[in-house]
């Protein structure tokens, strides 16, 4: 089995996918329209995607006050500080510093404008 999509149900899932497509690179592989508006969304190697939806069937979490290891996604990135400050100026919330790890892996975290958190990351050495 492999990982085709993870799903976040958000208030305006319209908004969330031109976001992540302006600011991410991410592009919109399907999308469905209303009630749910639902958006996914594909990374730039077109390996995994996000869906953001709007179901009233369930409450839309509140992602800006879940710890940030709570719930994150990841992104690889070539430069996490230079990342960092390009979403922060798009509308995002750093969430703390820019550090590195024991591993020498390089992380920062920033919260997108809906409090979802996004983990920046340059690894020292590939997980996969």
Not at 103 to 121: H, N, S
Request: proline share 6%; glycine share 8%; charged share 20%.
């Amino acid at each position: 089995m492999n990982i085709e999509h993870i799903g976040f149900n958000v208030a305006d899932p319209v908004a969330a996918a031109e976001w992540y497509c302006k600011h991410l690179g991410m592009i919109i592989a399907r999308q469905f329209g209303p009630p749910a508006n639902g958006r996914f969304l594909a990374d730039t190697r077109g390996k995994m995607m996000l869906e953001f939806y709007h179901n009233s069937k369930a409450p839309v979490p509140d992602y800006r006050n879940l710890h940030p290891i709570t719930l994150h996604v990841a992104l690889n990135v070539d430069d996490v500080a230079a990342a960092r400050a390009s979403l922060v100026k798009a509308g995002g919330t750093a969430d703390g510093e820019v550090t590195t790890n024991d591993d020498g892996d390089v992380l920062a975290m920033v919260r997108d404008p809906w409090g979802l958190t996004l983990q920046l990351l340059k690894r020292a050495k590939p997980m996969l």
